[in-house]
């Protein structure tokens, strides 16, 4: 019988939780973080996220029948760049949020420039953490932060941030906002598969199939957030419904309709799960993270 | 007969100006940066800075008889992390400066939100140019990114940063102050030498003296920036002086007085020669950079 979401998930998150605070709280360090700093390091990274990406790279990592610690380092590095970039997105010179998940956003709980500064800590501490790791071969790790990198840096996460704050301000084509989710999402989604190939060392074969099962998982779910901002209950996703509208912003609800991106949300889907063919029996959990994804409701 | 620091450093600086375009600038790369993140990357890059964190790195290298170009992914790296730590100091919520070196901030000349994500950028770039050199061994890389991580991340760079802030609403103590700059500048003039040595295979002797050059010559400037800040000329250092005064900082003139600062930096200087000392005659460069550190005007 297939196991769901809600069954294997919550393993792979403790585990998560547990590494980052590890990493952050490491009493023997030669120096010392200072206090202020390391409590908003400490809250940026415990915002209680679903932590999608860590997951991705677990679970790859297991289907590939690797042992999980392997992919630890590159699990927190992955989750960090993506806590630094929510953090300094939530600016007020950026999307000015206060309320993320329900709980003050960093730069609100603290202030602003600890909020930068924080952020580019924990930017730092993604690319520390997998050279300082101990499992991996220099090669391995040379591959991993060189994709990280290029999924995180200004041809992939940055440079779908910038183009979305383009987004604000005129509407995008059906091309630009997929572009736009490609680099902002998409690019680290298919980081996590890529590094979780290179940790597991699978074939060129299987590395290309998996890169395919992310970029396919990162844009479903950016798809289903524009969904969830039309339709979705405020209270169970800790921020207000309807903000995209309000700020005018080109979604795939705005430019298509909202049965159309419910369509293209399910195509998604199957693309995601057709691309995982050449794993065979190993791909259950990944099954599983993609019917997650598109039915989540928060 | 010893060559000057103006005699041997331009041709560094235009080695390294040349190569932190090739970075920025790379046309044949897959993917291509938004051209209103280029633009301000590109602005953030080419600030007329001094360049004394990549020049260290090569006279390093130079000193221990290495080919230039196993320093150039290095002294990029150092770079783009002085630069984006320039830019988010500039901000509004940080120091809120207007101009630096007479042109006009980043976050002026473009806005906020594009300051922040240019400066996120240049970080990532760092850890890519160094992943992507193909000149040095996985190992070094692996060693070259821990070192600057360590350097640059919340118990380095970040932590002087954090102290910094703290500074603008107390009075330091001595032993703080010096904490914070060992922090906010020795750590990455540290990982110069260290990185250098690397590069140039140097011994384990070797390299404990380049360190502790570094941290010397890293103090340094900084005593020498106070000192500057009292009794320095406006238009030749391109910002406008006494402005610590004005914010009541903590600073090596504050806590000591302008004779003790000036004997200080003397003191670091001769420590900084001292330290060179194994080197032989490998150092001329480096003393002259040391002389150039604590004579400068701007």
Same mark, same amino acid.
């Given at each position: 019988?297939?196991?769901?979401f ?15 605070? !590890? ?22 990274i415990?915002?209680? $996220? ?6 991705? *790279? ?7 029948? !690797? ?5 630890d ?11 630094y ?14 309320? +993320? ?6 730069? #609100?709980? =603290? ?58 301000? +005129? ?9 736009m989710?490609?680099?902002k !999402?998409g690019?680290?989604?298919? =980081?996590?598969?890529?590094? $979780? ?9 299987? !590395?290309?199939?998996? /890169? ?10 950016? *798809?289903?957030?524009? #969904? ?10 800790? /921020? ?12 795939? *609800? ?25 794993? $065979? ?10 019917? =997650?994804? *598109?039915? +989540?409701?928060?």
């Open positions: 019988m297939t196991k769901s809600s069954q294997f998930a919550p393993a792979y998150k403790d585990r998560i939780d547990n590494r980052l605070q !590890t990493i952050v709280n490491q009493p023997n360090h030669q120096k010392i973080i200072p206090a202020p700093l390391a409590g908003a390091i400490d809250y940026g415990s915002n209680g $996220g679903k932590r999608i990406r860590p997951l991705l *790279v677990y679970m790859i990592v297991r289907a590939l029948h !690797t042992d999980l610690a392997h992919a380092a590159t699990a927190c590095a992955v989750e960090l760049i993506h806590c970039s929510l953090i300094h997105d939530d600016l007020p010179a950026m999307d000015d949020d206060n309320l +993320r998940r329900g709980k003050p956003t960093l730069h #609100i709980q =603290f202030d602003e420039a600890t909020a930068i500064l924080a952020a580019d800590a924990m930017q730092t501490m993604a690319y520390e953490v997998i050279a300082s790791d101990d499992l991996l071969t220099a090669e391995a790790k040379i591959s991993i932060i060189s994709s990280l990198a290029s999924a995180s840096g200004p041809r992939g996460m940055i440079a779908g941030q910038i183009i979305d704050m383009d987004a604000e301000t +005129r509407q995008l084509s059906a091309t630009e906002l997929e572009n989710h490609r680099r !999402t690019d680290l989604f298919a =980081f996590c598969t890529e590094a $979780g190939a290179i940790i597991g060392a699978a074939s060129a074969e299987i !590395t290309l199939a998996l /890169k395919q099962y992310g970029y396919a998982l990162g844009l479903a779910f950016q *798809v289903k957030d524009d #969904i969830l901002d039309v339709i979705g209950n405020a209270e169970v996703m800790g /921020k207000p419904q309807g903000s995209d509208i309000e700020q005018d912003k080109t979604t795939f *609800v705005s430019s298509y309709g909202l049965n159309a991106a419910i369509a293209q949300l399910e195509e998604l889907k199957e693309l995601a799960i057709s691309s995982l063919a050449p794993l $065979g029996e190993g791909s259950a959990e990944l099954i599983a993270l993609a019917e =997650f994804v *598109v039915s +989540r409701d928060h």
